[in-house]
């Protein structure tokens, strides 16, 4: 294959060569689920989930591993707030999220293991960083365990910061550390926390720093080496640069390729849970955008760029969309359901180009537009069609795809098909009898109700007006 990265690491862009071949291992940091997901976390999922689907296409059985964050203090906090069980709101969000995921077509992840369930691996790394030098217990009675910063020589080389300019730590208080920018492997009990959210250590009853879940669940799940880690650019620092460097202290290789996608922005800030800055896809759907409109807005945009969130662009992300997808419908009436053939080349070379779906993207309207005219003019239509599945696949956008059937919508469309197919059958009676108005009048009130009729060599067809 000839995938290139950009590389945060490095920074720069290389090309992706697997430590084992014919194989992957990818690690994507998931949610803290304190509560549930916003569109930028959704967009994470989706990122990762083309990654996962190109890299696939290009031969390799891929291992993709994506966690989920359970125990944390943001969880603490809210369930302190709410006078609930932090397990409680975790698992709730969970399936709130996991829901989101697939109503966008994201697939499944090989792994989804949660922090709670590896609390034993999680204590063997912290004893063997303790036991080589580059971990202490707090002197101070507390329980907590810090990793010492200075005793590991290359940290800060991935956020490109120095030791001596850093702010000290604010995950844990300063009162026993070394020095302040040293951080929490594991937190002793303290009285204004649940009591229900601490396990038996070594070090007395305490719970995980955040940054020491994810060393542990990678070493469970894809071993001393993989690689890929990809998450969030907000994640580089400080909980992607502790991971590595509680990793490598402890002599583990870690992650080949660090790759991390830009932000999604609302307003002049980053969309995010802890100031309230969020849209969830509840409320995207109801603005009249679909699960399928929303996914080809988050990927259209090259993974490493910004995106500024506004309802135009959505609406405008939607029906650039609705124009592939009114493609494929009238390819399919034309010349019955096609399977996805070659990718055109242009295509995998902008999607072996450090992912660009952007210019992957063109390279899909270009040939939707050469579809049309086929349509129109008699030409190879099964081939277009055929090139546009293969591309919409790859994104996980193909309408035709049994994924973006949800739970309930088979018998609604049905209920909706016979409905309209009687005002349909109406307003034909009424052309068949040459009165003009009362077709027209059918056709209109259909309109009014948000659906579009339109006249073809086929028969009408209709289809859902876009809101907005």
Partial sequence: ????????????????????????????????????????????????????????????????????????????????????????IAYRNELVLGAAYRALNVLPPTYEPRATGHIPEMHELIAELIADGHA??????????????????????????????????????????????????????????????????????????????????????????????????????????????QSRAAG??????????????????????????????????????????????????????VIDFSEAALENAASAFQRIEGFVTRAVESVGTVEPGPLPAEFAAA?????????????LHDAVTAGNTALADGGDVAGALAAARAMLGVLGLDPLDPQWTVAGTDDLRSTVDNLVALALEQRQLARDRRDWSAADAVRDQLKHAGVIVEDTPQGPRWSVAHAG
């Fill in 252 to 305: 583990l290789p870690f992650a080949r390729y660090w790759v991390h996608h830009g932000l999604l922005n609302l307003g002049a800030a980053k969309m995010g849970k802890s100031t309230g800055n969020v849209i969830d896809l509840a409320t995207i759907t109801a603005m009249g955008i679909r699960p399928i409109e929303l996914r080809y807005y988050l990927l259209a945009a090259h993974y490493r760029s």
């Fill in 351 to 363: 999607m072996d180009d450090d992912l660009n779906t952007s210019g992957a993207v063109a390279v």
């Fill in 136 to 245: 202490y217990r707090a002197d101070d009675g507390s329980g907590d365990v810090y990793f010492d910063v200075r005793s590991y020589p290359q940290y800060g080389a991935l956020s490109g910061q120095r030791v001596d300019a850093m702010e000290p730590a604010a995950d844990a208080p300063g009162r026993a550390k070394r020095d302040p920018v040293d951080f929490a492997l594991w937190k002793g009990e303290r009285p204004d926390e649940p009591a229900d959210a601490y396990w038996p250590s070594p070090w007395g009853r305490g719970r995980p720093g955040w940054h020491i879940e994810c060393s542990a669940m990678t070493l469970r799940y894809l071993g001393a080496e993989f690689d890929i880690h990809g998450g969030g650019l907000d994640l580089v620092f400080p909980h992607h640069e502790n991971e590595v460097a």
């Fill in 1 to 88: 294959m000839t995938l290139r990265l950009y590389d945060t690491a490095t920074r720069s862009v290389r090309d992706f060569v697997p430590r084992i071949p014919g194989q992957a291992g990818v690690y994507l940091c998931g949610l803290t689920v304190q509560s549930g997901p916003h569109i930028g976390h959704l967009r994470s999922g989706v990122n990762y989930d083309v990654l996962r689907r190109w890299l696939t296409h290009s031969g390799l059985a891929v291992t993709f591993v994506r966690n989920i964050t359970d125990i944390d203090d943001k969880v603490l906090a809210k369930s302190i707030e709410q006078g609930e069980p932090f397990w409680s």
